[in-house]
């Protein structure tokens, strides 16, 4: 059984940070995406990163605010969010691909194969 396990939602003022954890039960490669779904809206892609924490892509309405990256000690994956806005309220889900692991990484949710339950993300405006 994979598991796959976000920490570290929560509420926050507009404007303030937060750092989301991910963490699998996974020891074969993979890449890991976060994705995240706000109420009455479809499941967008957040950012993803490679097995080797090297490559990320970021979708262009997080760039410049948020940062994905890898402990590869930890086999952890983080999401650092900055400077967030009210529309950012979501919930956040990271997402493992063990089919897509090379460059360019995968953006599509139908690409990734282990999903984690969720971490609530709301921002006060």
């Not at 460059?103 to 969720?118: F, I, S, V």
Request: glycine share 8%; with cysteine; proline share 2%.
């Amino acid at each position: 059984q994979v598991t796959v396990v976000e920490s570290g939602g929560g509420l926050v003022q507009a404007g303030g940070s937060l750092r989301l954890s991910c963490t699998t039960s996974l020891r074969t490669r993979y890449t890991m995406g976060w994705f995240r779904q706000a109420p009455g809206k479809e499941r967008e892609v957040v950012a993803a990163v490679s097995w080797s924490g090297i490559s990320t892509r970021h979708a262009d309405s997080v760039k410049g605010r948020f940062t994905i990256s890898k402990d590869n000690a930890k086999n952890t994956v983080y999401l650092q969010m900055n400077s967030l806005k009210a529309e950012d309220t979501a919930v956040y889900c990271c997402a493992a691909s063990i089919r897509r692991i090379a460059t360019p990484l995968p953006l599509a949710k139908n690409e990734y194969d282990y999903w984690g339950q969720g971490t609530q993300v709301t921002v006060s405006s």
